[in-house]
């Protein structure tokens, strides 16, 4: 099974530029999209459901063009279900969870903490509400998780640590939190075959970053512990353009 993640910045503005060709080409059986920015009354019917895929959105609840999935399968879920259980983090567009036969897909796009303040405490809980809810899940069946996670979690995930160690998305207690991620069962499935550094999923479009190569990698494909040895292969398109960030893939047996 093929799956596939990306942070397209805005649907709308990804859709008139490469996507359809990418999505073409791609032969994913589920394409997760973050920050989709739109509600779904904004676009055709045809964009809801692109070229013979199904799509399900899940959009912010009150605010146009802000963050925003939607997941879109050709091999349809045995059920779907959009946001947390925990009422202080639904609203926003964050999650949709597609249940398979073998395991539950979460695509998710983490709380942005760089405002800090009130929003990196509202990323902290997100974090910790989603993990509580992935351990549940789990209870049940395997789950991967996918999306924009807005932190790189070691210094190799990032071009210049250093000059960002007090930067929200490098801050010690969001890196913590994917520590505490990992310690609970959840693999991060790029590191299982790429140990090296220079491999980012996101660059700003300031100082032609992306042309340079200085990013971060903090778009992810987890799988619990119990698919570990069913993952083929997981890997970063840094050459699709149309966003800030670039797509991310995984492959499971099966």
């Not at 080409?25 to 459901?49: G, M, N």
Request: aromatic share 14%.
């Amino acid at each position: 099974m093929k799956l596939l993640s990306w942070n397209v910045n805005g649907f709308r503005a990804v859709a008139g530029k490469n996507f359809l060709d990418w999505l073409r080409a791609s032969a994913a059986d589920v394409v997760c999209l973050q920050e989709t920015k739109l509600w779904p009354e904004q676009i055709t019917e045809q964009e809801l459901h692109p070229d013979g895929y199904t799509g399900v959105w899940n959009s912010h609840a009150t605010r146009k063009g802000y963050s925003g999935v939607a997941s879109l399968f050709t091999r349809k879920p045995l059920s779907t279900s959009f946001g947390l259980p925990d009422a202080r983090f639904r609203g926003e567009g964050r999650l949709i969870c597609l249940e398979y036969e073998r395991f539950y897909l979460c695509n998710v796009y983490f709380p942005n903490g760089q405002k800090g303040g009130e929003r990196l405490r509202f990323k902290l809980g997100y974090y910790d509400a989603f993990l509580d809810y992935a351990v549940e899940l789990r209870k049940h069946k395997p789950v991967v998780v996918c999306g924009d996670f807005n932190t790189a979690h070691k210094k190799i995930d990032l071009a210049n640590p250093a000059a960002n160690a007090h930067t929200s998305g490098f801050l010690p207690e969001e890196r913590q939190w994917l520590d505490r991620f990992v310690a609970a069962g959840f693999v991060d499935t790029f590191r299982l075959f790429e140990p090296g550094g220079g491999h980012y999923t996101w660059w700003s479009y300031f100082t032609k970053a992306r042309e340079r190569n200085v990013g971060w990698r903090i778009d992810y494909f987890f799988v619990s512990e119990e698919l570990r040895g069913a993952v083929k292969r997981a890997w970063i398109e840094p050459g699709v353009p149309g966003s800030d960030h670039c797509p991310v893939g995984l492959e499971l047996d099966g």
